[in-house]
C-alpha cells in the first residue's frame, strides 16, 4: 500500500518536473516598418548638391516617410525602423531584450527643389529594397 | 513510535542505525524514504519554480553618434552637424529658423516573484518589480542662414518606480506601461490618423508637436503641461 502511495508521487514529481521543463524555452522576433532603404542599395546614384532635383530623389528613393517644410526649403526626410528582440525563459530567471534602429536619409532642397545638402545616418539597417519589402 | 520517528530520520543510513552492517542501503524500506525524500526535494523545487525574477529591455537607437568637438555658436553650420550626427530623429521649423533633435533610449526593468506552498495560492505569485530608463538627448537649434543658434545635451537617469503584482504562476510580462517613452520617435506611419482622434487632439492638430512645424517634444514629457494641455489628454 505504501509502494503504490510512494509510486504515485513518484509519477506525480515526474510529470510536474516535465511540466515545468516544457514551460521553459526561448524566443527572438524582428521587425521592419517605414520606407524601405533604397539609399543603403549599391546602386544608388551619386547625389549631386546644386545639381539633384527632387524629382531625381524621389525617382530612385520612392515617396519620404515625411515632407517637412522649412522656411525656405523643404526637407524629405526617409526612416527606416528595425527592431530586434530575443528572450530566454528558464521560469526561474527569464529575461528578454527588444533593441531598434533607426536608419534614416535626410535631403535638403531650396525652393527651386535643387539638393543643397544629403546625409545618411551612422546607423545602418540591412538592405532591403521595395520589391523584397 | 518515538523510535519510528528516529529511524525515519536516520534516513539513508536507515539500516545502519538498525546495527546491520554492511548497511543494506537497497532495501525496500530505505528505497521508501529516498522515494520519499526525493519528493521532498521536487516540492521544494516546484516552490523554487513558482519564484524567480525577469529582466526586460528595451533599447531605443542605442548606436547613436555623439559630437567629437563641441559645436560653437555662430559658428557651426547645420551641414557640419548633419556630417558627424547624420538626420536628425526629429526636426521641425521655428520662427527664424529650425531645431534637430537627437535621442535614445534604454529602459530596464526587474521583477522578483515568488509563492507560497499554501494549496490554490500556490498557483499565483507575488510580483515585486522596479524599473528606470537612460535617457540621452541632443537638441540643436539654427537660424535661417543656416548657423547655430544653441545647442545641449544631456544625459539623464529616470526612475519609472515600483510596483507589486500578484499573477498567475507562469506569466512573464511587463508591469510597467513605458509607451510614453518608446512610442516611435517619429510617427511617419501614423499622418491620417489624426482625423481619428479625440476632437481635441485633432483641433490642436495645427500647432502640435508632432506635426513638425511648432516645436519639438522629448520623450516622456507628460501631456498635462504644455502645449499639449490643449489637447484635454485624461
Known amino acids: 500500500m505504501e509502494r503504490k502511495k510512494s509510486l504515485k508521487q513518484w509519477s506525480m514529481a515526474v510529470l510536474l518536473m516535465g511540466g515545468i521543463m516544457l514551460s521553459a524555452g526561448c524566443a527572438n522576433w524582428d521587425g521592419y516598418a517605414g520606407v524601405a532603404n533604397e539609399w543603403r542599395s549599391p546602386d544608388v546614384p551619386e547625389w549631386k548638391p546644386g545639381v539633384t532635383t527632387a524629382s531625381d530623389v524621389t525617382a530612385v528613393l520612392g515617396p519620404p516617410s515625411q515632407l517637412i517644410a522649412l522656411h525656405d526649403e523643404t526637407v524629405f526626410y526617409y526612416m527606416r525602423e528595425g527592431k530586434d528582440g530575443k528572450s530566454l525563459l528558464l521560469i526561474?530567471?527569464?529575461?528578454?531584450?527588444?533593441?531598434?534602429?533607426?536608419?534614416?536619409?535626410m535631403f535638403f532642397f531650396d525652393k527651386k527643389s535643387i539638393l543643397r545638402k544629403y546625409c545618411y545616418s551612422p546607423e545602418a539597417l540591412p538592405y532591403e529594397s521595395a520589391e523584397e519589402k | 513510535m518515538n523510535?519510528?520517528?528516529?529511524?525515519e530520520g536516520c534516513s539513508l543510513m536507515v539500516d545502519g542505525c538498525r546495527g546491520g552492517w554492511p548497511p543494506r542501503v537497497f532495501s525496500a524500506f530505505s528505497l521508501t524514504t529516498i522515494i520519499q525524500q526525493f519528493s521532498t526535494y521536487l516540492a521544494v523545487m516546484t516552490m523554487l519554480a513558482g519564484s524567480g525574477?525577469?529582466?526586460?529591455?528595451k533599447k531605443l537607437n542605442q548606436?547613436?553618434?555623439?559630437p567629437k568637438q563641441p559645436y560653437a555658436d555662430g559658428i557651426t553650420h547645420s551641414d557640419d552637424v548633419l556630417d558627424e550626427l547624420g538626420p536628425p530623429l526629429?526636426?521641425?521649423?521655428?520662427?527664424?529658423?529650425?531645431?534637430f533633435m537627437y535621442e535614445s533610449l534604454d529602459v530596464l526593468e526587474f521583477q522578483l516573484g515568488f509563492s507560497l506552498p499554501i494549496p490554490v495560492i500556490n498557483w499565483f505569485k507575488f510580483v515585486v518589480a522596479q524599473a528606470d530608463y537612460d535617457h540621452h538627448v541632443q537638441i540643436y537649434q539654427f537660424d535661417d542662414e543656416h548657423r547655430l543658434i544653441a545647442s545641449g545635451g544631456e544625459d539623464t537617469h529616470f526612475d519609472l518606480g515600483n510596483s507589486t503584482a500578484v499573477q498567475p504562476i507562469l506569466t512573464v510580462e511587463a508591469m510597467f506601461d513605458t509607451s510614453s517613452v518608446e512610442n516611435e520617435v517619429v510617427s511617419f506611419v501614423e499622418w491620417p490618423a489624426f482625423c481619428l482622434l479625440p476632437l481635441p487632439q485633432t483641433l490642436n492638430r495645427a500647432q502640435s508637436i508632432d506635426t513638425g512645424t511648432a516645436g519639438?517634444?522629448?520623450r516622456g514629457t507628460a501631456p498635462f503641461v504644455g502645449q499639449r494641455s490643449l489637447e484635454m489628454h485624461k
Not at chain 1, 526561474?92 to 536619409?105: C, L, S
Not at chain 2, 548606436?63 to 555623439?66: E, R, T, V
Not at chain 2, 526629429?90 to 531645431?99: C, D, F, K, M, Q
Open chain 1, 92 to 105: 526561474i530567471w527569464n529575461t528578454g531584450t527588444q533593441t531598434t534602429e533607426y536608419d534614416r536619409a
Open chain 2, 3 to 7: 523510535l519510528q520517528k528516529r529511524n
Open chain 2, 53 to 57: 525574477c525577469a529582466m526586460n529591455r
Open chain 2, 63 to 66: 548606436n547613436l553618434a555623439f
Open chain 2, 90 to 99: 526629429e526636426i521641425s521649423a521655428l520662427p527664424h529658423g529650425y531645431v
Open chain 2, 216 to 218: 519639438l517634444e522629448q
